[in-house]
C-alpha cells in the first residue's frame, strides 16, 4: 500500500519510507469486516431472495427476506462508518430477528429443515461475533465512567476573569471590513 | 524524519518518511519542537474533507527552530529563529493578502485547478490539509518546510515558553477572527456553541473584548467547566433547551452575536432529532455536514444580530432555514483565520499576562504515541480537550 500512497505524491513530498503502527484498533477492523459481510450478505438477500427462501423451505418469505437484505445493507453502512458501535448493535438486533425467523422453518413438517438448523447455527455463531465485536467497541471507544478531571481553576486569565473582562478594548480596535450597522438614532 | 501520517479513515500512523528539502528561494525548514491535533484534524481522520491522499502528513498547529533558510527569504529569517508557523500559508504580495484577507490568499493554492473547480475560485494553500488548499505536508512530524517563509511566520520573542505561543498558529487567532468579526459591543449577549479548544479560545476572546454576558453550550462536562473557569454562563444542552435559556438570558431577545465553534460534526443525539437526520443523510453521501447549529443559531439569533461561524464546514448542507435569516436580517461573517492579521497584537497580549493559551492544553506526549491520541481526542477520553505533541 506504502508503494501506491508514494506514487501518487506530489513532486518534491516526503515519500514512507517505513510505516509505524496505525490508529486502527482490533475493533475497528473487527467492525470493518463485519461491515463488509454484512452488505455481501444484504445483497446476496436482496438479490437471491426467491432462492434462499427455497432452499430454507419458507418460499412465503421470500419478500421478508429480501427486506432482511436491505436491513443488512444498513447495519453494513453504519459499521463502516464512524458510528460502529451502533451499527455493531444494529448488527446484533438484526441477528435476533433472524433467528427468530429461521425458528419457524425449524418446524418438523418443513422438508429443509436441515437447511435451517444449518443457517440458524451460522447466524448465532456469527451473532457471537458480533457480541464480542460491539463489547470491545463499547469499551474501547466510550469515555470513562469516572468523574471527569477537574479544570474549574483554567481560566486562561493569569490576572483572573475580572480584569481580564473588556482589556482588549482599550487598545483594540474591530477593523473596518468587520464592524456591524451603527446605532442611528 | 518521523511524522503522523494519513493512511485512509481513522487510520493515522507515525511512519518514518523522507526529509523535507527546500524547494523554492522563499522556503524555509524549521525542526518542530511542538505540534498540537486541532479539532478539524478530527474531520480529516473521519475521511470527512475531501481530496487527502494516502501518504499526506497531518498538522497544522506547529512551531519550531528555523534550520534551513531558501536565497528568497532576504533576512526575514535565520538559522535558530523560533517560529510558529500560521496553518495558511500566504505571499503577502497578491490583492487578498494586501486587504488582510490572508487565508484566501491568491498565490499560495499549488493546486489552485482543484480548488476552481470545486469552490469556483481557489484559496488559499493550508498545511497538512486537503488538496483542495494545496495538500502541503503539515506539521505534525519532526521537521516542516515552510513554502513563503518569509511571510509565513510568527517570531517568537524569548522569554515565552512554546506551550505560551503555539497556539497563535490556529486556535487562538481563531476564537480571536470569531468574536472580532461580531464586532461585539459592550452590551451585547454572546451566545457559543461548542467547548472544545476553538470554543475556549473563542470565550477568552468574547470576554476580552468586553460581551456583558458570553454563554457556552456544549454537554461535555469537564469542558462546560472550563468555560465556566474563564467566564462563560454555560448551557448543558442534554439537560435544557438551548432556546428556552438563551431567551430567558436575554430577556427573551435572544442573543446579539451567535459563534458557531462546532463546524460539520454536530453532535449527534436523541435531544438534538435533526442531527439523527443530518447522520443517516452523511452516511448516505446525501448531505456532507451536519448543520445543527447553524440551525439553531439562526432560530435563536435577536433580529438584525451577527452570525459568525469559525467551525470548519466541508460542503454541502441540508434544511437550513435562510427565511428566518432573511427575514431576521442577519450578518453571516465565517472563513477561515487570517491569521498573521491578528497575531502581532496576540503576541503582545501574551506578553503582557493578559492570557495565557497554555491553559487548554490537557495532554502532552510524543510524537510516537500520536495516532492512539486522535482517538482519545476524538472519544474525549480522559476528560482530553488539547494534544500537544512533542516530536
Same mark, same amino acid.
Given at each position: 500500500m506504502n508503494l501506491i500512497a508514494n506514487m501518487m505524491r506530489s513532486k518534491g513530498d516526503p515519500k514512507i519510507r517505513r510505516s509505524g503502527p496505525s490508529s486502527l484498533s482490533a475493533s475497528d477492523r473487527m467492525a470493518r469486516n463485519l461491515g463488509w459481510f454484512s452488505i455481501a450478505l444484504g445483497l446476496t438477500e436482496m438479490v437471491a431472495g426467491r432462492g434462499i427462501a427455497r432452499a430454507l423451505g419458507m418460499p412465503d418469505k421470500e419478500a421478508l427476506i429480501r427486506g432482511y437484505g436491505l436491513r443488512e445493507i444498513s447495519s453494513g453502512m453504519l459499521c463502516l462508518s464512524i458510528d460502529k458501535k451502533a451499527g455493531l448493535l444494529s448488527r446484533i438486533a438484526g441477528d435476533g430477528l433472524d433467528v427468530a425467523l429461521l425458528y419457524q422453518g425449524?418446524? +418438523?413438517?418443513?422438508?429443509?429443515r436441515d437447511n435451517v438448523a444449518l443457517a440458524l447455527a451460522m447466524v448465532v455463531g456469527i451473532g457471537v461475533l458480533d457480541v464480542a465485536a460491539t463489547k470491545l467497541a463499547l469499551a474501547q471507544h466510550g469515555r470513562d465512567p469516572g468523574p471527569p478531571r477537574d479544570y474549574?481553576? +483554567?481560566?486562561?486569565f493569569p490576572g483572573g476573569v475580572k480584569a481580564a473582562r473588556g482589556r482588549a478594548r482599550e487598545t483594540f480596535r474591530t477593523p473596518a471590513d468587520m464592524r456591524e450597522n451603527p446605532v442611528v438614532a | 524524519m518521523r511524522a503522523l501520517v494519513?493512511?485512509?479513515?481513522?487510520d493515522i500512523r507515525c511512519d518514518e518518511v523522507d526529509d523535507p528539502e527546500?524547494?523554492?528561494?522563499r522556503d524555509a525548514i524549521i525542526r518542530v519542537t511542538s505540534c498540537a491535533i486541532c479539532g478539524s484534524d478530527l474531520h480529516l481522520f473521519h475521511n470527512l474533507?475531501?481530496?487527502?491522499?494516502?501518504g499526506d502528513i497531518m498538522g497544522h498547529e506547529t512551531m519550531g527552530e528555523v534550520v534551513e533558510v531558501g536565497s528568497g527569504v532576504n533576512g526575514k529569517l535565520k538559522k535558530g529563529d523560533r517560529i510558529v508557523v500560521p496553518f495558511t500559508i500566504f505571499c503577502g504580495e497578491c490583492e487578498q493578502c494586501r486587504r488582510g484577507n490572508f487565508s484566501v490568499?491568491?498565490?499560495?493554492?499549488?493546486?489552485k485547478h482543484l480548488a476552481e473547480k470545486v469552490f469556483g475560485h481557489a484559496t488559499g494553500g493550508l498545511f497538512g490539509y486537503s488538496h483542495l488548499t494545496g495538500g502541503y505536508s503539515g506539521g505534525q512530524a519532526e521537521y516542516l518546510r515552510v513554502p513563503y517563509a518569509d511571510t509565513t511566520h510568527i517570531k517568537v520573542p524569548d522569554g515565552l515558553s512554546d506551550e505560551q505561543v503555539l497556539f497563535l498558529s490556529d486556535i487562538f487567532p481563531t476564537g480571536w477572527q470569531a468574536a472580532v468579526q461580531c464586532d461585539i459591543q459592550p452590551t451585547d449577549t454572546v451566545a457559543i456553541w461548542g467547548c472544545g479548544p476553538v470554543g475556549q479560545m473563542t470565550i477568552r476572546s468574547a470576554v476580552l473584548l468586553g460581551a456583558k454576558q458570553v454563554v457556552a453550550i456544549d454537554c461535555v462536562p469537564e469542558r462546560l467547566a472550563m468555560a465556566q473557569a474563564g467566564g462563560a454562563v454555560t448551557i448543558d444542552f442534554e439537560d435544557e433547551s438551548v432556546i428556552e435559556r438563551l431567551n430567558e438570558l436575554t430577556g427573551g431577545k435572544g442573543p446579539e452575536k451567535c459563534i458557531d465553534?462546532?463546524?460539520?460534526?454536530s453532535h449527534v443525539s436523541p435531544s438534538q432529532p435533526d442531527t439523527l437526520l443530518d447522520r443517516a443523510k452523511q452516511m448516505l453521501l446525501l448531505?456532507?455536514?451536519?448543520?445543527h447549529v447553524l440551525r439553531e443559531m439562526i432560530y435563536v439569533c435577536r433580529p438584525a444580530g451577527v452570525i459568525s461561524v469559525p467551525g470548519v464546514y466541508s460542503g454541502l448542507i441540508d434544511k437550513l432555514p435562510m427565511g428566518i435569516a432573511m427575514n431576521k436580517g442577519l450578518t453571516f461573517r465565517m472563513g477561515q483565520?487570517?491569521?498573521?492579521?491578528w497575531t502581532d497584537d496576540l503576541l503582545r497580549r501574551i506578553e503582557e499576562g493578559?492570557?495565557?493559551?497554555?491553559?487548554?492544553?490537557?495532554h502532552t506526549v510524543g510524537l510516537e504515541d500520536g495516532p492512539e491520541m486522535y482517538k482519545v481526542f476524538r472519544d474525549k477520553q480522559?476528560?482530553?480537550i488539547k494534544v500537544v505533541l512533542k516530536p
Open positions: 425449524l418446524d +418438523r413438517h418443513n422438508p429443509k474549574s481553576n +483554567r481560566s486562561g | 494519513w493512511h485512509g479513515k481513522e527546500i524547494e523554492d528561494p474533507i475531501p481530496a487527502m491522499k494516502p490568499c491568491e498565490t499560495t493554492n499549488r493546486k465553534a462546532t463546524g460539520m460534526e448531505e456532507n455536514d451536519r448543520p483565520t487570517h491569521v498573521n492579521r493578559q492570557i495565557d493559551p497554555s491553559f487548554v492544553i490537557t480522559d476528560s482530553c
